[in-house]
């Protein structure tokens, strides 16, 4: 953890046992939670570097994770692995309290990876995608999945337009979609990537879409009829 006005370190925090593949802050800054190839989820206290819990074994990931994201309310952490489940974590107990796994599998019958999970800004709802070309939207309250929007590969990163009802999809065949999570469409496709995406980022005024991609492009799309 570093000071980003001196360039400071301040806290090194050791404990996984592989690599660091993803973490945040909680938005209330309080914790930190963090992924790991070792397939744990590991909440800190940020002041002091000591680990609050440690979250592994059944029921949780059994594969690495891939991915994360914490509630606004800084109460729950989604995760994501290569193991093509979801779990939600408690972040104050620890505990998980709602799982989810990838409703189709490779050819060979292992799971497809998850590769990227979201709490939605404006409803009770998480959604997730990954390599088995799927988006779920899932429903917090009733822990069952609202829709699954498919696509034509596998889904490699989201972005929510504000706090509106859509949600953009970054897919490995470089094109983006455009979803009303209220009823499951796909209203809008953007082109222009020749490879796939690896990022998308909503501007501050909500007027812009960018992506970037693997064919070592970025792209501004529009968006303001959208939010």
């Not at 994501?80 to 989810?100: A, F, Q, R």
Request: aromatic share 8%.
């Amino acid at each position: 953890m570093w000071n980003a006005d001196n360039g400071n370190c301040l806290n090194v925090f050791s404990g996984h046992d592989a690599i660091v593949t993803c973490g945040d802050f909680t938005p209330d800054g309080k914790t930190i939670c963090t992924g790991s190839e070792d397939a744990t989820l590991r909440i800190w206290n940020p002041r002091s570097g000591e680990s609050i819990h440690v979250v592994r074994g059944h029921p949780y990931h059994t594969e690495g994770l891939t991915c994360l994201s914490i509630s606004s309310d800084s109460t729950l952490a989604i995760t994501g692995s290569k193991d093509g489940s979801v779990h939600i974590v408690n972040i104050t107990t620890g505990k998980v309290v709602s799982s989810c796994s990838s409703q189709t599998g490779s050819t060979d019958g292992n799971p497809e990876s998850i590769e990227c999970v979201l709490f939605a800004p404006n409803f009770p709802w998480a959604v997730f995608g990954g390599m088995d070309q799927n988006l779920t939207i899932w429903d917090l309250q009733n822990s069952s999945p609202r829709f699954i929007c498919n696509h034509e590969e596998g889904v490699t990163c989201l972005a929510w337009l504000g706090a509106s009802k859509f949600l953009a999809t970054g897919c490995c065949d470089g094109r983006i979609c455009i979803w009303n999570c209220l009823s499951g469409e796909c209203i809008e496709t953007f082109k222009g990537h020749e490879h796939a995406i690896q990022s998308l980022a909503v501007s501050s005024n909500l007027e812009f879409l960018v992506s970037v991609s693997m064919d070592g492009t970025a792209r501004v799309f529009e968006i303001r009829d959208f939010c």
